[in-house]
């Protein structure tokens, strides 16, 4: 298979994001007249459309996918657990290195467009807030879970001086994925199913075809972007008051997202790795370099898995440790995607105009991290799972135009975090249990064949 063939689908997107810049320049400045809304909405049409799909598909490919890892890592005994540990210590500190860069920089205050500013009149308290990510993640009704999000309101008494702790306390529903109860529901079933161990199997294997399946359907769909971004991209730039600054600010984005990556790579990671296992992690790097070259080219965490286990085995991993991390942190893992998803986000909340309290921006980036769990690495479709996600905060899906802009630019990078982290996670859990009895190990042993067949 010639290169080309190989990276036709990243070649094809570089090409249409340069062709529909080029042709919302000259149709914003060569028509005699501006655009109208409605002209620009007949024009962004077919882009509306694949943004639909893409959210149709969204909740049973997070459903499916959560359920089926899930399923495979309450068999795990303590080398799951441990996985577990990692995996959740790597995106917390993804989230909050997401968080610094973007309050720091504020890539998304380079460039304001009035005209897109929305106005949020709700008066709230931070601890409102907190509780309403509890109540969210603990759903009282999994129907309403898909469909819409809980959300605290504060009613003003008759006496409009009186202190915002004494008014009424009320609350509606907004509509919107409420991601964090999904998830979080998915992650309870999972673990469910694989405690039933035998009985459970054929229901496991339902929702692993349905997550091939969903995964298929997902993978046509990428497929059609750059069709799709031949109308939403103009149309966004036909709504734009002056592109040059909106591209310098898409720039400065570009810039805080591989400051960030970058930033966890190389300096995070390292730094956890050296905490836990007092080596160097300079070692790590020398051998991984296939697996980081395999990711650069497929641009996929999942297509990976088989060069990574191989690297792990060069450095001596105990291949039933690495055979169940590598295929599980494929899957659970996406520090990479959790990080860009998050600073996207802020950044389009930044561009909106909006100001959020820094828990507000906490939230939303728990949100966008949750929203990544149990997603496969899907190439060039890191934008699919922040639609929901800027939806639930009162964002109009079209504005994910300008993060389809430039995924195609960090997607290789965001991939090669993600394999970075699995990694390391492999080779600590495999310190931590070296001098462990042989029991430890063969929690896993039965496990590890099937999820071995990835290979």
């Not at 309101?153 to 702790?165: A, F, K, M, V």
């Not at 750059?226 to 109308?231: A, K």
């Not at 149990?374 to 994910?400: F, K, R």
């Amino acid at each position: 298979m010639s290169e080309c063939t190989k990276h036709r689908d990243t070649i094809l997107t570089l090409t249409s994001i340069i062709v529909a810049i080029v042709i919302g320049i000259m149709l914003k400045n060569l028509t005699p007249q501006p655009w109208f809304d409605r002209a620009i909405m007949y024009y962004q049409f077919p882009g509306e459309i694949f943004l639909r799909i893409i959210n149709c598909l969204i909740l049973p490919l997070i459903v499916s996918s959560i359920i089926s890892a899930s399923c495979d890592l309450s068999k795990s005994g303590s080398i799951g657990l441990k996985a577990l540990y990692y995996y959740s210590t790597t995106t917390i500190l993804g989230i909050i290195l997401a968080v610094v860069l973007t309050e720091t920089i504020r890539p998304g205050e380079f460039y304001s467009n009035s005209d897109s500013t929305l106005i949020l009149n709700r008066k709230f308290l931070t601890v409102d807030t907190f509780l309403d990510i509890l109540r969210n993640l603990f759903s009282d009704n999994i129907v309403k879970t898909c469909l819409s999000q809980y959300q605290t309101i504060l009613l003003p008494s008759e006496n409009i001086t009186e202190d915002i702790h004494y008014w009424k306390i009320s609350h509606q529903y907004n509509d919107g994925v409420n991601v964090l109860g999904l998830v979080g529901f998915s992650l309870i079933v999972g673990i469910a199913i694989g405690c039933l161990n035998d009985d459970g199997k054929y229901l496991a294997d339902c929702f692993k075809a349905l997550s091939q399946a969903t995964m298929m359907m997902m993978n046509g769909v990428i497929r059609i972007v750059p069709l799709s971004i031949l109308f939403l991209i103009p149309g966004k730039l036909l709504q734009t008051e002056n592109i040059q600054t909106m591209l310098s600010n898409l720039g400065m984005l570009v810039i805080t997202v591989i400051v960030g990556l970058l930033t966890h790579s190389f300096i995070v990671l390292p730094l956890l790795y050296f905490i836990c296992t007092r080596k160097s992690p300079l070692n790590i790097f020398s051998k991984i370099g296939p697996a980081i070259i395999t990711a650069i080219g497929t641009s996929s965490s999942t297509a990976t898995v088989p060069m990574t286990i191989k690297c792990l085995d060069d450095i001596g991993v105990n291949p039933r440790v690495s055979r169940f991390t590598v295929p599980i942190g494929a899957t659970i893992n996406m520090d990479g995607v959790a990080l860009y998803e998050t600073i996207g986000a802020i950044f389009l909340v930044q561009q909106r105009g909006l100001h959020f309290s820094l828990l507000q921006v906490i939230a939303l980036a728990i949100t966008c991290t949750v929203s990544c769990i149990g997603a496969a690495g899907l190439p060039n479709g890191g934008y699919a799972m922040l639609i929901v996600v800027l939806e639930s905060i009162g964002i109009p899906a079209e504005d994910v135009t300008f993060i389809i802009i430039i995924d195609c630019f960090v997607d290789r990078l965001r991939t090669t975090v993600n394999i970075v982290t699995d990694t390391f996670g492999a080779t600590i859990i495999n310190h931590l249990i070296e001098n462990k009895p042989d029991i430890e190990l063969n929690e896993v042993e039965v496990n590890t064949k099937m999820l071995a067949e990835q290979d």
